[in-house]
């Protein structure tokens, strides 16, 4: 079955670029009717949707956080990408990468990765 | 933005009773395809969510059917019919019409 793991530096400087990649497996991330997300959770807070992106590289982001995130598509790698840019304490959370299902008649999130742990601080 | 608003946000429940998390989203989550795009997931303590229940009242793969959820428009309802040890965590209800997705608070059931 399909399984998400993220990757990435677990502490990070203010005012500096958060950098993150998923690992997919046992499936393509060139598959058709899926969106390949990243979703934050602060600790002990509630769980916020930043942005995803599918096999043609169309993307959709949060408005909240548009300015700063990029999301991109390694194919040769199976692997996705987070870029948050400008960082601050407000963005230190668990980040999540999931599947999203978007075929019609569909529309949830599954699987989710284990998340990885970022720290915004000096 | 979609705004989902949960209730309660705390719920004690003891072993082998019933348990009930409502789920309100400030506009219709009603397709015209005729579809309801909500969804359930619960967090177990130190994991990462997990779909529980997609489309308002169809249970993910392998969750058992003491799980069940319902509702229209903008009310919808999670319930457990007998609450286990292994039912702590939280649960977020999620709208997925549209993008920004967004999630309710999240309700922590914890065993009495």
């Known amino acids: 079955q399909v399984q998400l793991q993220e990757s990435g530096p677990g502490l990070v400087k203010p005012s500096q670029t958060l950098s993150l990649t998923c690992t997919v497996s046992?499936?393509?991330?060139?598959?058709?009717?899926?969106?390949w997300t990243w979703i934050r959770q602060p600790p002990g807070k509630g769980l916020e949707w930043i942005a995803y992106?599918?096999?043609?590289?169309?993307?959709y982001y949060n408005p909240s956080l548009q300015s700063r995130i990029t999301i991109s598509l390694d194919t040769s790698k199976n692997q996705f990408s987070l870029r948050l840019s400008s960082v601050t304490a407000a963005d230190t959370a668990i980040y999540f990468c999931?599947?999203?299902?978007?075929?019609?008649?569909?529309?949830?999130?599954?699987?989710w990765g284990q998340g990885t742990l970022v720290t915004v601080s000096s | 933005d979609i705004v989902m608003t949960q209730s309660p946000l705390s719920l004690p429940v003891t072993p082998g009773e019933p348990a009930s998390i409502s789920c309100r989203s400030s506009?219709?989550?009603?397709?015209?395809?005729?579809?309801?795009?909500l969804d359930w997931y619960l967090q177990k303590p130190g994991q990462s969510p997990q779909l529980l229940i997609y489309?308002?009242?169809n249970r993910a793969s392998g969750v058992p059917d003491r799980f069940s959820g319902s509702g229209s428009g903008t009310d919808f309802t999670l319930k457990i019919s007998r609450v286990e040890a292994e039912d702590v965590g939280v649960y977020y209800c999620?709208?997925?019409?549209?993008?920004?997705?967004?999630f309710g608070q999240g309700t922590k059931l914890e065993i009495k």
């Open positions: 489309l308002v009242s």
């Open positions: 992106i599918n096999h043609s590289g169309r993307t």
């Open positions: 999931a599947r999203y299902s978007s075929s019609r008649g569909t529309g949830w999130f599954d699987p």
């Open positions: 506009q219709s989550l009603l397709e015209s395809t005729g579809y309801t795009y």
């Open positions: 046992g499936g393509s991330i060139t598959s058709d009717n899926y969106y």
């Open positions: 999620m709208q997925a019409l549209e993008s920004p997705h967004t």
